[in-house]
């Protein structure tokens, strides 16, 4: 049984004027995933976020959100999105703000939908959900827009910066979100500049730079990037040197074990310099300025 994604991207261009922002950029996010876009500022993560939200109109290409034509009443019944610089009504409330965003996405979960969804980002006080927002810090207010994004139970959440504003526990039950998000069939776009929080959340990234998506990379149970460990270069410590291999097999390393013991040397450390995503991202950003600028 085919599976329709909850995001697809084919070949989406968006100019500016003479500021190309998109420049051929194709995506799929299925169903219980969470990608993570990285990518330096300029690089069009946020243009790609607003116009799978609707906000923005692509010059050509296909945006599709659970097949309906990104923009489109369907398309936008399905999402819910948190964007980076948002800014809710300073005199509401928080339980009226939540209960406004409520009549704006046609959700009938009533004070039973917004109950969960304060206590899942922690404000589900009562004293806290009677104050008005212009009052809240900026954690809190980042807080209750995730709450925002999740009105209506959408099919795909994207999250402009998330926790930009949040302490480490506000961090750790982003996490938790994400991980209920996934467990709940939700897809989810990240937009981040923290890599740490990339490592710990999302199953796969796509790394922009030129306006175009210019290397993808699926992340393992630990935050590693899948399939690095085969082409890493291994690093054997002895009594006398430090012995480096480029992408050595495992048959390569235990050769090369051998070799050293029966040279004389004695052992004192194998270890595989596995890339992490830091790495990754870096050498992806250095191999495209080594080829060019993307236009």
Known sequence: MTTTPALRLRD????????????????????GEVLGLLGPNGAGKSTTMKIVAGLVRADSGEAQVGGAAAGSPDARRQIGYLAELFRFPDWMRLDEMLHFHQRLAGSTGGAD???????????????????????????????????????????LVLLDEPTSALDPQGRVEVRALLRDLRERGVAVVVNTHLLTEVERTCDRVAIMLGARVVRELALDASGGVVGASAAAPV?????????????????????????????GERVYEVRRAVPTLENAYLSAIAEVDTQGAVP
């Open 12 to 31: 989406v261009r968006k100019a500016y004027g003479r500021t190309t922002a998109l420049a051929g950029v194709s995506l799929e996010v299925q169903p």
């Open 113 to 155: 939908e917004r109950d969960r969804l304060l206590r899942v980002v922690g404000l589900g006080d009562a004293a806290v959900r009677a104050r008005r927002v212009g009052t809240f810090s900026k954690g809190m207010q980042q807080r209750a827009g995730i709450a925002q994004a999740l009105v209506g139970n959408p099919r």
């Open 235 to 263: 690093l054997v410590r002895t009594d006398r040197a430090e012995h480096r291999r480029e992408r050595a097999s495992d048959d390569d390393v235990a050769t090369l074990v051998e070799q050293l013991v029966q040279a």
